[in-house]
């Protein structure tokens, strides 16, 4: 059971490089979300997805550009990568609210740590 | 908007006793689901229990239990009989009942002393 799988697991990248960053899916959720993770801060939101072709702002999308082409797959860019932008990147997924299933808890990736020079 | 608060930002237990997680939330909503996750070393985020905010009765998974307070908004957890295995990040997080969007709180890093 593969679940959530992001690629890479690691990358350095120097200041205005750009990238990014893969999120794939096999258990056909209709929700899919980027997360940011620093010490003392918990997870955060990036970007989200509520269906193929949609994505929505989370709480901390500045810099940060996403797709969702296919329903599996959902994709975090990043233009040209920033300092602050190190960080360890989560990628997770969840059924629609609309299929009977709000108490399903979010599926999550293994992360995909990122520092930037 | 919502917000977790974990006030603890470290904790420690010694093998097979017993520790107890603190999580405080703020909302204006009354429909809303409650989660605690475990991240250990290996940076996987694992699902621990969770928590309906309609269900006054507290949300139990073998060794984990949680002690739901909807009135004073606290949502702490219990581990009872602590493992090695147990130490990690434990993170709080809440999500609205009409929404999909998951609001974390800061985490709170477990050690397990043998």
């Known amino acids: 059971n593969a679940g959530v799988t992001q690629t890479p697991k690691f990358r350095v990248l120097k200041t205005g490089q750009s990238m990014t960053l893969l999120c794939a899916q096999d258990?056909?959720?209709?929700?899919m979300y980027w997360y940011r993770q620093d010490p003392g801060m918990g997870l955060r939101l990036i970007h989200y997805?509520?269906?193929?072709?949609?994505?929505a702002k989370g709480e901390v999308p500045d810099g940060y550009n996403v797709s969702r082409l296919k329903k599996q797959n959902f994709l975090l860019g990043l233009e040209s990568a920033a300092p602050s932008q190190t960080s360890v990147y989560f990628c997770?997924?969840?059924?629609?609210?609309?299929?009977?299933?709000?108490?399903?808890?979010?599926?999550f990736g293994d992360g995909t740590r990122l520092s930037i020079l | 908007a919502q917000t977790v608060t974990q006030s603890q930002p470290e904790m420690s237990v010694q093998e097979a006793e017993t520790v107890t997680l603190s999580c405080t939330y703020d909302?204006?909503?009354?429909?809303?689901?409650l989660f605690w996750y475990k991240q250990p070393p290996s940076r996987q985020m694992i699902l621990v229990i969770r928590?309906?905010?309609?269900?006054?009765q507290n949300a139990t998974e073998n060794r984990f239990s949680v002690n739901f307070q909807k009135a004073a908004k606290s949502f702490s957890l219990k581990i009872s009989d602590s493992q090695l295995g147990d130490a990690a990040m434990y993170f709080c997080?809440?999500?609205?009942?009409?929404?999909?969007?998951?609001?974390f709180g800061e985490g709170t890093q477990l050690t397990v002393n043998p």
């Open positions: 997770a997924s969840s059924y629609s609210i609309m299929e009977g299933q709000r108490n399903q808890p979010q599926h």
């Open positions: 258990m056909n959720h209709e929700y």
């Open positions: 997805s509520v269906g193929e072709g949609t994505t």
């Open positions: 909302t204006s909503e009354s429909d809303y689901y």
């Open positions: 928590q309906e905010a309609y269900k006054q």
């Open positions: 997080a809440y999500r609205s009942g009409g929404g999909s969007r998951l609001t």
